[in-house]
């Protein structure tokens, strides 16, 4: 028995539906990334193969729909605002200061999975800027002394759930 196939079982299950058709593509494909945390390669060709279309079909679909990633996911998404309000009161430096202590750059994520770093668009919460959102919690007028704080939150977080 193969390990790499048993991590495809869910997936394959899923597809055993022979009711599926080419219009569930995305269901399937949200589907795939609830289960995977992203959308592997190898399970671009087991859905294509399975709604009988190409490969290029369901790669052009999931590379249309931003929610849709290729790239595994950290465990904690670090969404920071760049939109105007933060940027100007000193969003980039809290993004610079991000990449610094977790050692990647924006759109990345770490070697252990723990966290990705997102650089969004404005949040919604222009009067409280710099914003940054983890996962869900929001964090207000965030400095860059705030950001060890922030991941430590997070890592102990990680901790305690093991
Ligand atoms: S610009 Fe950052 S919350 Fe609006």
Not at 11 to 37: C, V, Y
Not at 116 to 145: F, H, Q, W
């Amino acid at each position: 028995m193969c390990k790499e196939n048993d991590l495809f079982q869910p997936l394959k299950a899923f597809l055993a539906n022979d009711q599926l058709t080419e219009s569930d593509l995305i269901e399937i494909l949200h589907f795939t990334q609830d289960h995977f945390g992203y959308i592997p390669d190898e399970a671009q060709f087991l859905i294509a193969k399975r709604l009988k279309i190409p490969t290029s079909r369901v790669y052009g679909v999931v590379t249309f729909y931003s929610y849709f990633t290729q790239v595994p996911k950290g465990e904690n998404q670090i969404s920071i605002c760049l939109g105007t309000a933060c940027y100007i009161k000193g969003a980039q430096s809290i993004l610079n200061e991000f990449e610094k202590q977790l050692g990647i750059s924006a759109g990345e994520t770490t070697a252990d999975r723990h966290f990705s770093i997102n650089p969004t668009r404005c949040l919604g919460d222009c009067s409280k800027a710099p914003v940054v959102m983890v996962n869900e919690d929001v964090y207000s007028r965030v400095e860059p002394s705030d950001v060890s704080k922030i991941l430590d939150i997070y890592r102990m977080e990680s901790q305690e759930a093991k």
